[in-house]
């Protein structure tokens, strides 16, 4: 079983090696006493290149939280997206909760989303949905 370091580290190698010139951020957060991996996705590196220098403001932000959900039951909800409609039903990217026994077969799973989705998600862009 990996650990917490390895499954960030393998994110962040996969998502940079498929986005190399995208924003992709991956760490800890501690929300209500729950540690969990937090992953970004932006099209632009940093706050500087977007509106208001602001990354929730770039438009294919997407937030992913791997939370744990029970004693071996791990999950990827809905992603959290910023006035994009990046994943809306009516969006050409579509999001299935993920549901896995471990923290690493989650990121394995959202890697393979990405993977998928890659070409789409490079194309959205403010206009796209505006």
Known sequence: MPTRAETKQYLTDSL??????KGIRVFERCLIGETSLHVTYTHHKTAQECKNNILENDPA???FFIQRIGSNLWNIEFPMTHGSAVLRKRGPIKFRKIATAS???AAVKLVAWFTKNS??????TVQTYG
């Open 119 to 124: 070409e789409a998600i490079r194309s959205v």
């Open 103 to 105: 923290e690493h077969d």
């Open 16 to 21: 940079t090696e498929l986005f190399p010139e």
């Open 61 to 63: 932000y997407m937030s």
